[in-house]
């Protein structure tokens, strides 16, 4: 059973659950995302079709819960070593609040490695290295919710606008 801290809305560690009930019950918790970066390229990971939750999106690189007792920036490197099978070091980017009815507190890296990437079977699919100034044509793509606000706190002047807003329609 997958242990993950719930936090009060300033970021406190107050108590410990299961992953099921943390979403069952919407209970604020910690996530991680790395991005990695390549010779002005930013590698996007595409999520496997053996997952639950958005099989086939794009995502950041690597993701996922901070668990229970575990560092943000422990759990970065874990994610990025398990799913992509490269090592750190990372540099903090941004701390920051995802709320779409379930408050997440969104811990961000970066890895600037030239390690060969391995995708961890049944999680990743595979990816894509996209140059930073074309972030914004992925709009089209199926992506993760937390990507664009991760890419906003990285590349703000290569996305313009933003992302269009969830349930908008495009002039």
């Known amino acids: 059973m997958e242990l993950i801290d719930v936090i009060d809305l300033s970021g406190r560690v107050i108590a410990t659950a299961p992953r099921e009930r943390i979403y069952r019950e919407k209970l604020p918790h910690r996530i991680v995302h790395v991005m990695l970066e390549r010779a002005g390229t930013v590698f996007l990971q595409r999520r496997s079709q053996h997952v639950t939750y958005l099989p086939g999106y794009l995502c950041t690189s690597a993701g996922g819960h901070v668990d229970a007792g575990e560092a943000p920036l422990d759990a970065a490197l874990r994610e990025l070593e398990e799913e992509l099978g490269v090592p750190g070091p990372l540099e903090a980017v941004a701390e920051f609040v995802f709320d779409d009815g379930h408050h ?3 811990f961000l890296y970066r890895s600037r490695s030239e390690a060969p990437l391995r995708f961890a079977e049944r999680e990743v699919e595979g990816g894509l290295f996209c140059e930073t100034a074309r972030l914004a044509s992925l709009r089209e ?7 664009w606000p991760c890419l906003e706190q990285l590349y703000p002047e290569a996305l313009g606008a933003g992302p269009p807003v969830s349930g908008s329609t495009k002039a």
Do not use: F, G, K
């Not at 793509?141 to 990507?147: G, M, V």
């Open 104 to 106: 997440r507190r969104i």
């Open 141 to 147: 793509h199926p992506c993760h919710p937390q990507l």
